[in-house]
């Protein structure tokens, strides 16, 4: 699975991490949350809403620091993809995705545009756009750095199905061909199966993975009886 | 636009009327005015004084524009800097012009620096204010958006943070201006020995009030042009992106 001279796996243990409750109370939100991808594999985190997933993908991202523990990084760039999209509103959607990455050529550019059918959007401002093309914006800034690590926080959520479905496809297709470590966030247990090599389980606050499983490539192609026993593996799993 | 013509030119006629029946030393007719204007341009006296109030008029307010920028900005940004920082803001806030005017001239002497100080400090307080609302407003998840892509702190301040603030900043500009252009006038007339305040006071003592508008309306006038050539345009620049209201 790991390509050649790969960046290095993601490995993250995160001992404690609390926050200021509002009533001024120190509350821990992530305890003993541990898990580690292989350079190129795909992770579902997926629990309950407001368990803090949201949280460990912050401290993954090296945006939080505040936490007991240690998390090793590949090596390169980070690909971010926030539950919303994040664009810069005084900017187009090619100002917005060459800002985070400046060194992408055109031919590259335009294809990553292609390939998320946003060609027709280039000179658009994000007060233009559906949410479901700001998302694909979102997508194609978090692949125009050729991260190493690529972190999707919910990234279809409140979408319409169809439409989720069909972004899910371009970016399964877009995650095989790079071979990027991926972190996916979701409360979707389809999603996740369909999109992870790996999905860990947390539990509800304060949120530990409780279970692991490895779903055996190819997603695409899965029968719907060993989608089916993955997902009562997960039931099984969840509080 | 035609009401707004209607409205000057019901005061360019109440101007004449009150000229005709009044005494004409206390308000000299239109005619009399443009004649006081030709002499002072043909010698080249309003251009020069003209010429060095707008240079005060400048300096001071990039003066106040970039201090009250860094320290709104830090203010809104670190609470400890703005609980430092606030109580000297609010008494500068209510201090009046002339009083901030007078110390520096008592203090520094009567001199150029002196006098730009003046002005920019008066200035300084509403600018510090306005751009601290913009700091308190910036969106943290777009700044996370920015650490997330490792943009560079030059990067995150010109993409991020300054077209974020610039409604603020354009909000200052307009209150600002209008302020310094006042107060340097005040700063001259008391205590330079050019400009167009210090026509002012010339005119003042010479009781002659042709003179004081020959002074006083073209650099109105001028003020206004930089507002509307100006101003305006980087406000409708900045928000260029905004949608447009259907």
């Known amino acids: 699975m790991s390509p050649a001279g790969a960046p290095g796996p993601l490995d993250v243990r995160i001992a404690r991490k609390r926050v200021a409750s509002v009533a001024g109370l120190e509350v821990e939100i992530l305890s003993n949350l541990a898990f580690r991808l292989d350079a190129g594999e795909v992770g579902a985190l997926i629990g309950p809403s407001g368990c803090g997933k949201s949280t460990a993908m912050r401290i993954v991202a090296g945006l939080d620091s505040a936490f007991e523990g240690a998390v090793a990084r590949p090596q390169g760039p980070l690909g971010m993809v926030f539950q919303e999209p994040r664009l810069l509103p005084w900017r187009s959607v090619e100002d917005n995705i060459r800002l985070a990455a400046p060194d992408i050529g055109e031919a590259e550019f335009a294809a990553l545009l292609k390939r998320l059918s946003l060609a027709d959007h280039r000179a658009h401002f ?114 | 636009m035609a009401a707004r013509l209607l409205s000057l030119l019901s005061l360019l006629a109440l101007w004449i009327v009150a000229a005709r029946f009044g005494d004409p030393r206390h308000l000299p007719g239109p005619l009399a005015v443009f004649a006081a204007m ?66 520096l001239y008592i203090w520094a002497g009567l001199n150029e620096a002196a006098a730009i100080a003046a002005v920019a400090l008066n200035k300084l307080p509403n600018a510090t204010v306005t751009i601290r609302e913009g700091a308190r407003a910036l969106d943290p998840a777009l700044d996370e958006m920015a650490r997330a892509f490792a943009f560079s702190p030059w990067k995150r301040l010109r993409h991020v943070v300054l077209p974020q603030l610039a409604p603020y900043i354009a909000a200052a500009t307009r209150s600002g201006l209008s302020l310094v252009w006042k107060i340097v006038l005040v700063v001259e ?47 409708r620049h900045v928000s260029r992106w905004r949608p447009r209201p259907a």
């Open chain 1, 126 to 239: 994000p007060s233009e756009l559906s949410l479901g093309l700001a998302r694909r914006v979102a997508l194609a800034r978090a692949f125009a750095v050729r991260p190493s690590l690529l972190l999707l926080d919910e990234p279809f959520v409140s979408l319409d199905a169809p439409l989720a479905r069909a972004l899910r496809g371009e970016l399964l297709a877009l995650v095989g061909e790079r071979a990027v470590t991926t972190v996916l966030v979701t409360h979707d247990v389809e999603e996740a199966i369909r999109l992870a090599d790996r999905i860990f389980v947390l539990s509800p606050r304060p949120a530990r993975v409780i279970g692991e499983i490895r779903v055996r490539p190819p997603r695409e192609g899965m029968s719907a009886a060993e989608a089916r026993s993955i997902k009562a593996d997960i039931d099984a799993l969840s509080p």
């Open chain 2, 38 to 103: 030709g002499k002072a341009a043909a010698s080249g006296e309003l251009f020069a004084a003209m010429a060095i109030t707008m240079a005060r008029v400048a300096a001071s307010f990039l003066l106040a524009m970039a201090a009250g920028a860094a320290l709104g900005y830090a203010m809104g940004r670190r609470a400890l800097v703005d609980r430092l920082a606030d109580p000297w803001v609010v008494v500068l806030l209510n201090l009046p012009a002339l009083v901030i005017i007078v110390l």
């Open chain 2, 189 to 235: 007339l008391i205590g330079r020995p050019n400009g167009v305040g210090f026509e002012i006071n010339e005119a003042f003592q010479l009781f002659d009030v042709a003179m004081l508008l020959a002074y006083a309306l073209p650099f109105t006038a001028a003020m206004l042009v930089v507002e509307a050539l100006v101003v305006q345009p980087f406000e």
